[in-house]
Structure formats: C-alpha cells, structure tokens
C-alpha cells in the first residue's frame, strides 16, 4: 500500500513498510525512510507507485482552472474530496485527487487551508482585490525585465531619467523595480552598479557620484539656507583706533582675520589680532546657532565649498575692507629689540578694516630677501616687515619649548598646491610653503589661539582646547584630541591651544567666541554669565559630534582632492610622470600632491627620483596604477650622525605622506593656523596659506 501525506507543509507519497497504531513506517522514492502519522495521510492507495503517482498528480495540478474550481467550491468549509467529487465527476481516482490538493495547496489566493485536508474558497471581493495585486506584480515584473535587458544593453531605460538614477546609487529603496533591475543588470554584467550608471549615462560623471554620495549622508535636504534674521550688535561697542588688513588667497570669502601694527614710544610696538565676531550677533539656540550647529563646520573641496553659516550671516561679520568690522581682537605689546611680549589685552569691538591682500598678487614681492633689503612696493610694508620680525621670533620659540617635549624642529615641504575647477577642467599650480606671509599669518593665529586658551582658563570659564601629548614615553607616538580644559600641545610647543580664529567657519570657534565675550564683558563673573557653564553636558556633545563631522568633511576633501589629481592625468595627457620616495612601495608625484603606492616597487632610498608609467586611472574607485620605468636620480648617501640626523628630519613628513595617501590624517603641524602647514578641511590661513586653497592640502598632524 502506499500513502500520500503531508510533512512540514509539503506533500510527499511513500510505500507503506508497516503500520503500528496510528503510525506508519514509510519509505519514500529517495530511499529515505519516515514516520508518518495517520491523521497526516489524505490518500491511500495502491496504484500508482509512490513516484509515479507525484510525478502525475504535479503535471495534472498545472491543468486544473482555479477560476472553474472556485466557482464550483461551497462557500463553507469542505474537505477537499468533496470538491474533488464536483471537479472531476466519476474519474476521480488518486491521481486526481493528489493534482486537486496541491493545486487548492499552491493558490492561497483562492483557497485557504483550514486543517488536514480541509479548505475554504476565498471571499469574492478578496480574491478580486488578490488577483488585481498579482496583475500588478506581473506587470511590474515585465516592466523589470525591461528596463534589465536595456541596462544590459548599455542604453538607459526611460525609468532612469533625472535625479532617480543618482538616488539608486546613493540612497537606493531596494524595493523598487529600479533597483531590482540595476542589480540584476550590474550582477549579469559582472560589474558594479554605478560603473553600468556610467556607461549607461545614467550618472554625468564620476564626480557627480562623489558629490552626490557626500551630500546624500551629510546634507540630506540640501546645501541651502533657509531665512534667517541677522541679530544686531551692542550699541555700545566701541571703535578701534587702527586700520587693520587682513592676508588671504584671491578666493577667500570668509575673512576672519586680520592685523594691525601702532608704533609706540620706548621702541615698543602694539600688534592687534583682530578675529571677526559673528558671536556679538548670534546667540546659543537662535535659528542661526541651530544652523551652524548642524553644519559645524565649512566643506571645502577643490573648486567649490558649502559654508558653515548663510552669506547674509558671513557678509555682515566678514573682514571685508573700507568699513568698521566687528571685531574680538588681541593686542600684544612687544619690545622690538627682543621681540618679547610685554603685555596683552583682549577687546571686543569695530574695527577698520583698510585693505584685503591677496597672496596672489604678494608672494612674489614679500620675499625674505625683499623684507632684508627694504625693497619692494606694497601695501602696509612697514607693518609686514614688524610683524616679520615678530612671527620669526615667535616661531624660534615655539621650536624651544617643542625641543622640551624632545620634538625636532619643524619640518614641512617646501611646495604646496592649489586647486583651480572650471566646469571638469581643473588646473593645479604649486605654490611655496613657509614664505614671510604664510609665516606671519600662522603665527599670530598661533599667538591668539594659544593667548586665548589661558584667557579662558584665567576665567575659569570652560572652552574647547586641542591638546597633543606623548603617548608612552616622552618621545613616543603622539596623540592629538579636543577636550574642555587647558592642556599642552606639544606638537605646536603651547601650553594650551584653544581654536578660536575661525568662527565663520567652524562651531569650535564660535563657541570659544562666545565664552571669550563673557570673559571681556563681565571678568571674574564669566563663570556665571557664560553661555556653556562648566562641565556642561551640551559642550561635551559639541566636542564629540563636531570631531567626528570634521574628520568626515575631511576625508571628502582628501578624496575630491585625489579625484582631481586623477583627472588631472588624464586632462594633461601624462603617460608618464616623475615621482619621489617617500618611504617602502609610497611614492609623490612631482607635479601634482599625489601620492601612489606603487606594489613591486623594490628598494630604493627616501627621496629617489623614478620615471613612472601610468597604467590606468579609475576615477569611479579614485584609484591609479603605475609601473617603473626607470631610476632618474637619487638623493647622495651620507653616512654616521649626519645621515641619521637627515633621516630623522624627514620622518615628520613621511608620516604625513603615508597618513594622507590612506586618508587617515588630520594635519601636519596643526599649523594651518598652528604652525606652517594645513589641516586638510580647515579653512584657517594655513601659514598663510588661506581659505579655499589651505583646504587642499595633503598633510598631516605630527603624531596623529
């Protein structure tokens, strides 16, 4: 006898080997044997064999009309023989009715399953709104299919068009059709889906999938503004008697700084650094805080930026020149035979902003030798040449108190470069590091940040410092973090370094401006009047969200900037390039702040000049390969303390190199404003180095 059952929701047949009870021991086509309850059994017959009577009942299930089927099924509950009875009249034998289960079993939609071979037809207006689901999901599969077989063919289906084929790739609902279709295509194309989007046409450029995925996590609803009201200043500010200028690339829009030399009597010297105070008109949790808190800092990237605070907000407290500015200024008086501070002072107030210089037009004249000789016609040259004199001597020591934490003097490439995009066409230019104005400029930010830092810290009043300290011993790895209370950065050579020179375009800045106007305004009181009391809990969150936003701002930028050097490449035609060592396999291009590992390079000293093959360039991956050609030169081997001392010397940079080239880094000497080379993302004059062009640099901080 054989017997056809159902286990776990399927059907099988077997042949009865014994019966025990209400059990039956029962072997099934495969050769494996199961224990079957009675009550599971629905058929019991003898012919056909088990296998056979499957193999039948499947192809006589395909033949069966659900729609005649349910028309003849009662409105009640029914067992399935009595169904099978109205269907198929007198020849109904066990084939029929193994075919008349499974066919009731696989169309839910029209029946349902109410115990052991008991059913129940569907309600008619159900099975009416069923059915019109399953037209829908046919149609949208054919659809599917469609727009499928034409991303296979490399054409774009009309479905694609607009905005939807960039949304697939960067916030995709993997429920729709699109979707479906792009990953089927991509998987049978063996390629990834935004490369069949580039082929495709769907995406205009690379770049645009790079923008398109950084504003899709960061900047969801846009890079928009909405209206906002710009607050009023004290009336009782008052007004500086200096005319201050301010030191900027061509392109800076958000000026923060600017300087300001008085010559007084005793060969004394008051220098002002003045930092535009857009905190005199915002307050904590109006509309505008509530924006520049959720931006927290300005994105810059090659040819293009998304600021921290609306243009109305930046043009009212921007340094521009021919108007009193409002202004948090730090005056130093100096001794101009020793260049010692004799005195400071911290103001809130206007001041006059005389000229905006550019390093576009001053480089070439504010030379060493021209500040040496007095030559030259420029602008403020008197004032340059002071302040000169002074950021040398404030640089001398800050490498005296690095040497205290056993730092090496600092050390930073000679070139630097800048970033030009004109539609896809980009044009980048070096320009020298560590001039008298890039030299200046990062000092005196230096001076105010580190200056105000103690202010604060005089006033009990809590800010935002970043410290450096050893990790280990004295000489170990160094480890760069932002806290609320006053700790030394060794890598700078300051005993506490709070940023507070940018606020137009960091929050950092802002909220130290804020506690730095309560120390001016109300002194040994700022405590109580400060807007973020200490230990507040909403300062540390500050901390922690705009640490992790900036760093990510940063890698965006890195990578725009690398994406760029790629196109580059291809733009100029290079099929071969000259680059250096740096260290093992990592190698920097010479023309371009590229830095490429090179597998199979071999062993070459540090500073090796090669000729390199460009292989390939994909500028979806942001990935380059190239090959060795031939050695060009390398640097001459010196031996003992002196070659040991050389290689120290550039250990510094090496870092930088290798934590740039991973995306890893912050900064090399935080010096953008901390000492003489950028921060990647900061937009602080980066020893002079300014804005939008400060924000493109490969390097990074000592140690981080």
């Known amino acids: 006898m054989n017997v056809f059952f159902e286990e776990s929701g399927s059907f099988k047949a077997g042949s009865v080997l014994s019966r025990q009870g209400d059990a039956f021991q029962v072997e099934l086509p495969g050769g494996r044997r199961a224990k079957v309850r009675a009550k599971d059994v629905l058929i019991e017959f003898e012919k056909p064999s088990a296998g056979e009577l499957m193999q039948q009942a499947e192809a006589a299930a395909q033949d069966i009309d659900l729609d005649f089927l349910w028309e003849c099924a009662p409105e009640d509950e029914f067992p399935f023989a009595t169904l099978g009875a109205e269907y198929f009249g007198e020849s109904f034998g066990s084939i029929e009715r193994a075919a008349l289960v499974l066919r009731m079993h696989g169309a839910p939609v029209y029946f349902r399953r109410k115990g052991r071979g008991m059913y129940q037809r569907a309600p008619q207006e159900q099975l009416k709104m069923a059915l019109a689901g399953l037209e829908r999901k046919r149609q949208q599969a054919l659809v599917q299919a469609g727009y499928e077989d034409e991303l296979k063919a490399g054409r774009l289906p009309e479905g694609f068009s607009g905005s939807k084929a960039l949304a697939l790739l960067t916030r995709p609902d993997k429920n729709t059709i699109e979707y479906k279709a792009l990953e089927g295509a991509a998987a049978a194309r063996g390629i990834s889906q935004a490369r069949l989007m580039l082929e495709c046409g769907g995406i205009p450029s690379a770049r645009a999938l790079h923008e398109a995925k950084f504003l899709s996590e960061f900047f969801p609803h846009g890079t928009g503004f909405p209206p906002v009201t710009v607050g009023t200043l004290p009336e009782d500010l008052p007004e500086a008697d200096v005319q201050a200028f301010s030191i900027d690339d061509i392109t800076t829009t958000e000026i923060d700084d600017a300087f300001s030399v008085e010559h007084l009597a005793d060969g004394r010297v008051r220098i002002g650094v003045h930092i535009a105070a857009p905190a005199l008109g915002i307050e904590r949790g109006d509309e505008v805080d509530a924006i520049a808190r959720t931006r927290l800092s300005t994105v810059y990237m090659p040819g293009d930026k998304i600021t921290m605070l609306p243009d109305s907000v930046v043009e009212a407290f921007t340094l521009a020149e021919g108007g009193l500015r409002p202004a948090l200024s730090l005056y130093v008086i100096i001794n101009r035979e020793t260049q010692e501070i004799v005195a400071s002072e911290t103001r809130a107030e206007r001041v006059f902003v005389k000229n905006n210089l550019r390093h576009n037009t001053l480089d070439e004249l504010v030379t060493e030798e021209a500040l040496a000789a007095g030559t030259g016609d420029y602008p403020h040259k008197e004032d340059i040449a002071v302040l000169w004199s002074f950021a040398q001597a404030l640089f001398e020591k800050r490498q005296t108190a690095r040497a205290g934490y056993g730092l090496r003097r600092e050390v930073q490439r000679n070139t630097d470069f800048n970033f030009y995009v004109e539609g896809e066409h980009i044009t980048i230019t070096p320009r020298r590091r560590g001039s008298p104005l890039d ?252 804005d939008a062009a400060a924000d493109q640099q490969h390097v990074a901080e000592p140690g981080r």
């Open 439 to 690: 030299t200046i400029v990062a000092e005196l930010a230096i001076l105010a940040n580190s200056s105000w830092g103690a202010f604060l810290h005089d006033h009990g009043v809590p800010g935002i410092y970043r410290s450096q300290r050893a990790f280990g011993a004295p000489t170990g790895p160094k480890r760069t973090r932002m806290q609320t209370n006053a700790a030394p950065h060794e890598g700078l050579g300051v005993t506490q370094y709070a940023w507070s020179t940018s606020p137009l375009r960091r929050y950092v800045d802002l909220v130290n401006q804020w506690q730095l106007l309560a120390c001016v305004q109300h002194g040994v009181t700022a405590k109580l009047a400060a807007p973020f009391k200490p230990k507040d809990a909403d300062l540390f969150a500050v901390v922690q969200g705009f640490d992790d936003t900036y760093t990510a701002y940063a890698d965006h930028q890195r990578r725009m900037e690398y994406f760029w050097c790629l196109r580059w490449l291809k733009q100029e035609n290079r099929k071969q390039v000259v680059a250096s060592v740096v260290k093992g396999d990592l190698v920097r291009l010479e023309e371009i702040p590229l830095l490429l590992h090179v597998p199979g390079l071999g062993v070459h000293a540090r500073g090796t000049r090669l000729q390199m093959e460009v292989m390939s360039i994909d500028e979806l991956t942001v990935e380059a390969s190239v090959r060795l050609l031939h050695v060009l030169d390398a640097p001459t081997v010196t031996s003992g303390s002196e070659a040991e001392e050389a290689d120290e010397g550039e250990e510094e940079i090496i870092d930088v190199a290798e934590e740039s080239a991973e995306g890893e880094a912050e900064a090399q000497a935080e010096a953008d404003l901390d000492g003489g080379a950028a921060e990647p993302g900061d937009a602080e004059n980066a020893a002079g180095t300014s």
